[in-house]
């Protein structure tokens, strides 16, 4: 059984903390929350895809998604918009890369777009961005160990909920 939302909040913040803790001695408390909370907000499939296109339909793809974060020639309507969508292409990008790396075939693609999104979000450091800056500074430079400790994540709540995140399926060749 899978914890209420509070409870599911908790678990995903305790089990974070301890992952990175143990398999990166990282005990960084703000990035592990900001990841424990990513964990909880993508619960819900529409803030998972909650970048739309024209249409209204979810993008899924990232580089779809970068198109819409450019606001001069893509559809992005300010440079608030930009850093808005490329802060979801950054959560987005390390969290698949962290939970389902079997499932991405570009997860090289992926990983080097989730680092670029969050180094560009931490350029935004003026005027409300600027206390937000230095964390997607640390996230941009330890993406690949945060996709890691994501993966040691999905290990650990696989271990304590069985069943509850789908098996992996075959890595495909890239």
């Known amino acids: ?3 209420d939302g509070s ?5 995903f913040h305790d089990v974070v903390f301890d992952c990175y803790s143990e398999h990166l001695a990282m005990e960084d408390t703000e990035v592990t929350s900001y990841v424990a909370d990513l964990l909880t907000e993508f619960c819900a499939a529409e803030k998972l895809y909650s970048i739309r296109d024209a249409q209204g339909r979810p993008v899924k793809d990232v580089a779809e998604m970068v198109v819409a974060a450019d606001p001069i020639h893509g559809t992005a309507p300010s440079f608030d ?3 808005a969508v490329r802060k979801h292409i950054g959560d987005f990008s390390l ?3 962290g939970m389902f790396p079997e499932a991405n075939p570009g ?3 992926m990983v080097r777009t989730g ?4 180094y560009i979000v931490s350029k935004f450091d003026l005027f409300e961005y600027a206390s937000e800056a230095p964390l997607f500074a640390r996230l941009a430079d330890n993406f690949e160990n945060c996709m890691y ?3 040691q994540v999905r290990c650990e709540l696989d271990r304590r909920l069985p069943g509850a995140i789908p098996p992996p399926h075959p890595r495909r060749l890239m």
Not at 7 to 11: A, G, I, K, V
Not at 115 to 118: A, D, F, I, L
């Open 149 to 151: 400790g994501l993966n």
């Open 107 to 109: 997860l090289i693609e």
């Open 115 to 118: 680092k670029e999104s969050y």
């Open 7 to 11: 409870s599911l909040r908790q678990l």
């Open 81 to 83: 918009a930009e850093r």
């Open 1 to 3: 059984m899978v914890p």
């Open 95 to 97: 969290f698949c890369s």
